[in-house]
């Protein structure tokens, strides 16, 4: 298994990843946000990266992440947005390997902290989770714009 930055080559494989992604949380975007995700993903001028992950010659996850100014620390954190693993090649560390990347990433930036969220009725996520950061006291708010 390894993990790297995404390439114009793992669209493809990125989008089936991405589309299974969407429809576990029910979600449905228009095709030009999709597409616009891809596009931000490739442009080094812009703060979302992406990382993939491979095994036997198939990309089988991925996860997005940003860094972000903080006023809680003299440096930033990380925001991992997005972890995505094949269904079908879960519980083979690749989940836990794309969340080490990311902590790679935020150390290598001066990143004070990386942190993320998931649905509370994401057991699966969780379990893995639990395992490699802290639950916080938290609760998070959202106002649609």
């Not at 930055?5 to 793992?10: C, M, P, S, Y």
């Not at 979600?27 to 979302?48: C, M, S, Y």
């Not at 972000?68 to 693993?85: A, I, Q």
């Not at 690749?94 to 509370?120: F, N, Q």
């Amino acid at each position: 298994m390894s993990i790297r930055e995404l390439t114009t080559n793992d669209e493809q494989a990125w989008r089936t990843l991405w589309d299974e992604y969407l429809a576990y949380y029910k979600v449905e975007l228009a095709d030009t946000i999709t597409q616009g995700v891809w596009q931000r993903l490739l442009n080094k001028n812009d703060p979302l990266r992406g990382l993939a992950c491979e095994h036997e010659g198939k990309l089988i996850g991925a996860t997005h992440f940003f860094f972000h100014g903080t006023t809680w620390h003299p440096t930033s954190y990380c925001y991992l947005e997005d972890l995505f693993v094949d269904s079908t090649a879960r519980s083979i560390g690749a989940g836990r390997a794309l969340i080490k990347a990311v902590e790679e990433a935020a150390k290598a930036e001066g990143c004070a902290k990386l942190y993320w969220h998931t649905d509370k009725q994401n057991k699966t996520a969780q379990g893995l989770y639990n395992k490699v950061a802290k639950l916080t006291d938290f609760i998070r708010y959202d106002v649609e714009l």
